[in-house]
């Protein structure tokens, strides 16, 4: 496969011309020839999908702001829903526990001590098995089809859990729903990089994960809900799992049919509009997805500082997280309040972390360089958040001061999401961003499985070790992006002084061509 485009030029003063295929395609104008570069088939464009069409952007000349106004648009509107839609089914279902454990499941189930804990732990044991496999076949195959099947079994498996007898039965269910969940805030995270240029990307990553805020209201309304029902011969903890169940398989149904593998293949972009569409994304200089698995860029992945920044960060994080997923209901309710009021209290916390996030995506958006800061400033109101739960008395006087603090954690989001957007925007290569990817998932999950386990029954409603866990944790993630700017600040001028400005035509080049960010000498 020819990897840069071919010129042909050819003179005579005949006004008839004929093109060679091979050599290039020849335009006529007034007895002129102009040169126009070789257009790969797409079925000779190897594992670099999307570079065939991204070859033919380039024969077109530059996209207008006109088009890639019309095209950004374009996909806003049919591809962020479903993202956010997605991703907050996501959400609802793997946090069902929560809210069926306030209706008297774990009594159902004969659940006692810490095996509700141990319930909510082990859905991301299966989560850490399965993630690296979904990221992979995401690339490997029809993305849109890979997340459907995900989404209609995992939907399927929130059906089961209404027929679990006891705590074996809950734990083997909750296992397969992390196997099968696995595959969605990765995957998404992922694709956002194949549609989305460098400086749009904050905001739409953004705005699709704030699905956690909004799953955590919906599930908090469902909840109240469902507590003001009359009597019903259905079990209430059951009705979640059927709701909740029955909406995600048709939502897989809808992703299998209708989400686009990539900008070069979407039938909702006009034909003529997919080759500006990817010449969008390359200018990141990260290029889109590869069919095939690149060793030497695994391994580099595991070499690489930010990978391992970006992956405790992600562990500190995610100790609380696993916390505030699991027994946000039950601390809410523990601070004396009705189930009723328990739930609308936490969808208060939640509209917080929309807030947060929405203000952290533009400003990461309108202003360049901005990322870090916000991520730094929102674990810092963690912080605050935590200290004020750990510390503050836990009598009548200060329920409001501790509802507040448990609020403030809600920000954590903030780094979370734009981490992942330091991973679709700073990591070249599909196979170096998959392996960067599967570590801070792997992470994810190692914290979300401690999180619960600090949430000791003994202790229950305060939760005072889980308290001070989750200020470490925010800590400990303020410390590693701290470094992560400090490094990538410092690489930057290194690049700079070492090879000069960069040049972002030869750095998409290089990202279509699938180069990591370090062998691309253009990227910064």
Not at 76 to 81: E, G, I, M, N, W
Not at 203 to 220: D, K, P
Not at 509 to 519: I, L, P, V
């Amino acid at each position: 496969m020819s990897t840069m485009p071919e010129l042909a030029r050819h003179q005579s003063d005949s006004s008839e011309w004929t093109t060679d295929a091979e050599k290039g395609a020849v335009k006529h104008i007034d007895h002129t020839t102009v040169a126009v570069p070789q257009i790969i088939p797409e079925e000779d464009e190897g594992p670099n999908v999307g570079l065939a069409a991204y070859e033919q952007s380039k024969a077109l000349g530059e996209v207008t702001p006109e088009q890639n106004k019309r095209i950004r648009v374009r996909i806003d509107l049919l591809l962020l829903p479903l993202f956010l839609i997605t991703q907050t089914l996501q959400y609802l279902d793997k946090t069902a526990l929560n809210y069926a454990k306030v209706f008297g499941m774990e009594k159902a189930m004969g659940m006692h001590g810490n095996q509700y804990s141990l319930g909510a732990a082990i859905f991301y044991i299966g989560y850490m098995i399965a993630q690296p496999g979904w990221s992979y076949l995401l690339g490997r195959l029809h993305a849109g089809r890979v997340l459907g099947v995900s989404a209609f079994i995992w939907g399927l498996t929130v059906l089961v859990m209404v027929w679990s007898k006891n705590f074996a039965h809950v734990m083997v269910t909750r296992f397969f729903l992390g196997v099968f969940e696995a595959a969605v805030t990765p995957g998404l995270s992922l694709m956002t990089g194949w549609w989305y240029k460098r400086d749009e990307i904050p905001l739409r990553q953004t705005i699709w994960y704030s699905a956690v805020g909004w799953g955590g209201m919906i599930g908090s309304l469902m909840a109240a809900g469902i507590s003001k029902m009359d009597d019903h011969p259905t079990p209430r903890w059951k009705l979640i799992f059927y709701i909740l169940g029955s909406i995600t398989m048709a939502l897989g149904i809808c992703l299998y049919f209708f989400l686009a593998d990539g900008p070069s293949t979407a039938k909702w972009i006009k034909k003529d509009d997919r080759p500006a569409a990817v010449n969008r994304v390359a200018q990141s200089g990260v290029g889109l997805k590869t069919t095939n698995f690149n060793w030497k860029h695994g391994f580099e992945a595991l070499k690489d500082p930010k990978t391992w920044f970006l992956s405790i960060a992600m562990f500190g994080s995610s100790v609380p997280n696993g916390v505030l997923t699991n027994f946000s209901g039950t601390i809410i309710k523990g601070l004396g309040y009705s189930t009723f009021n328990a739930a609308l209290l936490d969808c208060a916390g939640r509209s917080l972390q929309v807030i947060s996030l929405l203000i952290a995506g533009l400003v990461a958006t309108r202003w360049a360089n901005t990322r870090l800061l916000m991520m730094t400033i929102g674990n810092l109101i963690c912080v605050m958040g935590t200290a004020m739960m750990s510390f503050l008395p836990f009598t009548k006087h200060y329920t409001w001061a501790r509802l507040i603090g448990f609020w403030l954690v809600n920000t954590q989001s903030i780094g979370f999401t734009i981490g992942l957007v330091m991973v679709s925007s700073n990591i070249g290569a599909y196979s170096k961003r998959v392996v960067t990817s599967s570590c801070i998932f792997v992470a994810y999950c190692v914290g979300n499985i401690v999180g619960p386990l600090t949430a000791l029954d003994s202790e229950a409603p305060r939760y005072q070790t889980a308290a001070y866990c989750m200020m470490a944790g925010y800590i400990l993630k303020t410390l590693c992006h701290g470094a992560l700017w400090i490094y990538m600040w410092r690489s930057n001028k290194t690049r700079d002084k070492k090879y000069g400005p960069a040049d972002p035509v030869l750095s998409a080049d290089n990202g279509m061509k699938g180069m990591t960010e370090n062998e691309n000498i253009h990227f910064r």
